[in-house]
């Protein structure tokens, strides 16, 4: 079965980086979309960052300060995060929308979420 695990989620103080990653697992005959989404308490999940063919795409929250990336083999999906805030605590999720056979339907599949935490 298809797999998405998070992990490098932690504490860190205003203005700090972490760099988020997701292993996929599973066959996949094809990737048509990777993101990182965030939910914090009280508040809707909303998209941090988004990775399709054409590019990437990033709401105004996180516009020059995250980056979404792969690894060569694009098993793995980054999210490089930098000086951050308090009001980028969340819960942050892996989602990808995934092709797992040839003539079959794409489906999006969600991570656990790992928590991110910054502190003033």
């Known amino acids: 079965q298809v797999q998405l695990v998070e992990s490098g989620g932690g504490l860190v103080r205003l203005g700090g980086s972490l760099r988020l990653s997701c292993t996929v697992s599973?066959?996949?005959?094809?990737?048509?979309?990777m993101g990182w989404y965030r939910q914090a308490p009280g508040n809707q999940r909303e998209m941090v960052a988004l990775?399709?063919?054409?590019?990437?795409q990033y709401p105004d929250f996180a516009n020059d300060r995250f980056a979404i990336s792969r690894d060569n083999a694009e098993n793995t999906v980054y999210l490089q995060m930098n000086y951050l805030e308090p009001e980028d605590t969340a819960v942050y999720y892996c989602?990808?929308?995934?092709?797992?056979?040839?003539?079959?339907?794409?489906?999006?599949?969600w991570g656990q979420g790992t928590q991110v935490t910054v502190s003033s």
């Open positions: 990775m399709t063919h054409e590019g990437a």
């Open positions: 989602n990808g929308i995934l092709l797992l056979t040839e003539r079959g339907s794409a489906r999006t599949y």
């Open positions: 599973g066959n996949i005959w094809s990737v048509e979309q």
